[in-house]
């Protein structure tokens, strides 16, 4: 279908994917109306830094937003915000908003993101319990991040490490708690896992696995105590969670569009509905390296999939699509990821991990699927390369640091 | 403030007053420069800010640290003015310098 000469198109959701597509639509030439919907009260943002350079008071909140206001203005895009978008009507084509009233669209752009977990606990909903996604969390927790503090991190995925780095540099006495047997178990391997494990506790984060969260404890309504499920009390000035996501799905689930984990798109982020697309964290796209569907939660997929949608409905050639990427900082560590590393079968390790200079790689039937690489961004460039490439490496090959991650490539595709 | 002038691949100058202070990424997205992609939001992680650098101005730049470096040994079409855009911190010093775009950043 061709959508390049609709009159308006409307973007639900005001974040990384959204700011994308409203930029792309703009630079592919379309010149009808955009309206952007954000149930936030800011512009949109980027994420990354509130658990990192913002989070720590090193960045100024300007330096957060993708574009000034003034931007929006020249593009001619009206941006509605502190505004929630309650329902979609596909036959009406039309999107109804919180306070009343609607507005109608010829496309239709679904970039909803993602909400935190819900702690599942009792207490969960004391002062001094916060979840953090956006800015608002910030503005909340930044003012209790004060040296000598007790806070307790519930769960150790990259979030939660990272803020217990920011927390330990800022002088805070940090636990975190996780469930599983080792940090970061969901998403990489028990190398990188004890790696990470070790780093922090070197830092003097107090570091408990297979410590499961049973509830907390207050006075006064405000957090007080974290209570394990073995018995053990720990006291807690301030809780993080961090415990994973959930696609906010809801609204075009309600609407008749096809969801599975993620509103289900095709390779150019349309949805069953040809005039309504989705994209970034809320959407599940066929992952073309890895020939299967699934959701990702990063900025290289909320920026990729906001062209892929803006270039469908302008009708533009697909945009390349890149290999996945993902980076986390934490201490002087920056960890950055390429490809997606489910169901390898083999991990290799190139470089020293005591020099803290090192990398990951992950192998399924000798064939590259993705790196995990600490302070090596060669590795990492490399491997996006490979990866799309679809080459297969030896152990031996990959772990000789003799030669140079040029060579390497060079002599794989 | 410092005036940055933005070449394309093409030829096609873009002169743009940056704040002192911000990058002059981020002063390219902000007044939407073409050539520029900048994924990663200037954390140095996804080398897409490659910009060449006027040799006038290298010295005013400075060095790159170790990161961008290696980022950028591993960039495409490097050159020896080669910088990450997003590691350029704008000053008075840098007023009237051109940096180059490449054709792409992937
Ligand atoms: C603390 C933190 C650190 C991160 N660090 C990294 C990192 O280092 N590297 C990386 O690659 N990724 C990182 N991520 C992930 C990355 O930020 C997300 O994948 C990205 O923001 C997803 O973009 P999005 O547009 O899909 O969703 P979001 O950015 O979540 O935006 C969705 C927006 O839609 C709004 N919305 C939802 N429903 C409605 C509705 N019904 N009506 C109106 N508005 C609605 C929401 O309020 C939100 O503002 C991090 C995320 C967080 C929270
Ligand atoms: S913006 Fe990503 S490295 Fe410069």
Same mark, same amino acid.
């Given at each position: 279908?061709?959508?390049?000469?609709?009159?308006?198109?409307?973007?639900?959701?005001?974040?990384?994917?959204?700011?994308?597509?409203?930029?792309?639509?703009?630079?592919?030439?379309?010149?009808?109306?955009?309206?952007?919907?954000?149930?936030?009260?800011?512009?949109?943002?980027?994420?990354? $830094?509130?658990?990192?350079?913002?989070?720590?008071?090193?960045?100024?909140?300007?330096?957060?937003?993708?574009? $000034?206001?003034?931007?929006?203005?020249?593009?001619?895009?009206?941006?509605?915000?502190?505004?929630?978008?309650?329902?979609?009507?596909?036959?009406?084509?039309?999107?109804?908003?919180?306070?009343?009233?609607?507005?109608?669209?010829?496309?239709?752009?679904?970039?909803?993101?993602?909400?935190?977990?819900?702690?599942?606990?009792?207490?969960?909903?004391?002062?001094?319990?916060?979840?953090?996604?956006?800015?608002?969390?910030?503005?909340?927790?930044?003012?209790?991040?004060?040296?000598?503090?007790?806070?307790?991190?519930?769960?150790?995925?990259?979030?939660?490490?990272?803020?217990?780095?920011?927390?330990?540099?800022?002088?805070?006495?940090?636990?975190?708690?996780?469930?599983?047997?080792?940090?970061?178990?969901?998403?990489?391997?028990?190398?990188?896992?004890?790696?990470?494990?070790?780093?922090?506790?070197?830092?003097?984060?107090?570091?408990?696995?297979?410590?499961?969260?049973?509830?907390?404890?207050?006075?006064?309504?405000?957090?007080?105590?974290?209570?394990?499920?073995?018995?053990?009390?720990?006291?807690?000035?301030?809780?993080?969670?961090?415990?994973?996501?959930?696609?906010?799905?809801?609204?075009?689930?309600?609407?008749?569009?096809?969801?599975?984990?993620?509103?289900?798109?095709?390779?150019?982020?349309?949805?069953?509905?040809?005039?309504?697309?989705?994209?970034?964290?809320?959407?599940?796209?066929?992952?073309?390296?890895?020939?299967?569907?699934?959701?990702?939660?990063?900025?290289?997929?909320?920026?990729?999939?906001?062209?892929?949608?803006?270039?469908?409905?302008?009708?533009?050639?697909? $945009?390349?699509?890149?290999?996945?990427?993902?980076?986390?900082?934490?201490?002087?560590?920056?960890?950055?990821?390429?490809?997606?590393?489910?169901?390898?079968?083999?991990?290799?390790?190139?470089?020293?991990?005591?020099?803290?200079?090192?990398?990951?790689?992950?192998?399924?039937?000798?064939?590259?699927?993705?790196?995990?690489?600490?302070?090596?961004?060669?590795?990492?460039?490399?491997?996006?390369?490979?990866?799309?490439?679809?080459?297969?490496?030896?152990?031996?090959?990959?772990?000789?640091?003799?030669?140079?991650?040029?060579?390497?490539?060079?002599?794989?595709? | 403030?410092?005036?940055?002038?933005?070449?394309?691949?093409?030829?096609?100058?873009?002169?743009?007053?940056?704040?002192?202070?911000?990058?002059?990424?981020?002063?390219?997205?902000?007044?939407?420069?073409?050539?520029?992609?900048?994924?990663?939001?200037?954390?140095?992680?996804?080398?897409?800010?490659?910009?060449?650098?006027?040799?006038?101005?290298?010295?005013?730049?400075?060095?790159?640290?170790?990161?961008?470096?290696?980022?950028?040994?591993?960039?495409?079409?490097?050159?020896?003015?080669?910088?990450?855009?997003?590691?350029?911190?704008?000053?008075?010093?840098?007023?009237?310098?051109?940096?180059?775009?490449?054709?792409?950043?992937?």
């Amino acid at each position: 279908m061709d959508l390049s000469s609709s009159k308006r198109i409307v973007i639900v959701g005001g974040g990384q994917a959204a700011a994308q597509a409203c930029a792309s639509l703009r630079l592919f030439g379309f010149e009808g109306d955009i309206t952007l919907i954000g149930e936030e009260a800011a512009l949109p943002y980027q994420r990354p $830094p509130l658990s990192k350079a913002y989070m720590k008071g090193e960045l100024a909140e300007e330096r957060l937003y993708f574009k $000034p206001e003034s931007w929006y203005q020249d593009q001619n895009i009206d941006t509605m915000l502190s505004m929630r978008a309650t329902r979609i009507d596909r036959s009406a084509q039309t999107v109804d908003l919180e306070h009343g009233g609607s507005v109608s669209y010829d496309a239709l752009i679904i970039a909803t993101g993602s909400r935190p977990r819900a702690l599942p606990v009792e207490g969960a909903d004391l002062d001094g319990v916060f979840d953090l996604r956006d800015l608002a969390d910030v503005e909340r927790i930044r003012p209790r991040m004060i040296a000598g503090q007790k806070l307790v991190i519930v769960g150790a995925g990259y979030i939660g490490l990272e803020a217990a780095a920011v927390a330990r540099q800022m002088g805070l006495e940090v636990t975190v708690l996780e469930m599983e047997s080792r940090v970061l178990a969901r998403v990489t391997s028990p190398v990188m896992s004890a790696f990470f494990e070790a780093e922090h506790s070197r830092q003097g984060v107090n570091v408990r696995t297979e410590a499961r969260l049973s509830s907390l404890a207050g006075s006064e309504g405000k957090v007080a105590t974290a209570v394990l499920a073995d018995g053990t009390e720990l006291a807690a000035d301030m809780v993080l969670v961090g415990i994973g996501i959930l696609p906010n799905v809801e609204l075009a689930e309600a609407s008749g569009i096809a969801c599975s984990n993620g509103i289900l798109t095709d390779r150019d982020a349309r949805t069953n509905d040809p005039r309504v697309f989705a994209a970034g964290d809320c959407a599940a796209r066929l992952l073309v390296h890895y020939g299967r569907k699934g959701r990702l939660e990063s900025v290289h997929n909320a920026i990729e999939q906001g062209k892929l949608a803006a270039a469908a409905i302008m009708g533009k050639p697909r $945009p390349a699509e890149d290999c996945p990427w993902f980076w986390s900082d934490q201490y002087d560590l920056k960890l950055q990821i390429a490809g997606l590393s489910q169901n390898y079968d083999e991990t290799v390790v190139r470089g020293d991990i005591d020099a803290r200079k090192f990398a990951v790689f992950y192998l399924q039937n000798g064939k590259l699927i993705a790196v995990d690489a600490i302070n090596s961004p060669p590795e990492f460039l490399a491997s996006k390369k490979l990866i799309m490439a679809g080459a297969s490496l030896a152990p031996e090959i990959l772990s000789d640091t003799s030669q140079s991650m040029k060579e390497i490539a060079a002599a794989a595709v | 403030m410092a005036k940055i002038i933005y070449v394309d691949h093409e030829g096609t100058e873009r002169a743009i007053e940056a704040t002192n202070g911000e990058s002059v990424m981020e002063a390219a997205i902000k007044n939407s420069i073409p050539g520029i992609d900048a994924d990663c939001g200037g954390a140095c992680a996804c080398a897409t800010c490659h910009v060449y650098v006027d040799d006038a101005f290298m010295d005013k730049v400075g060095k790159p640290e170790d990161m961008e470096q290696s980022m950028l040994d591993f960039a495409e079409n490097v050159q020896g003015n080669s910088r990450l855009s997003c590691q350029i911190s704008v000053s008075d010093d840098l007023d009237g310098m051109k940096v180059t775009t490449p054709e792409s950043q992937h």
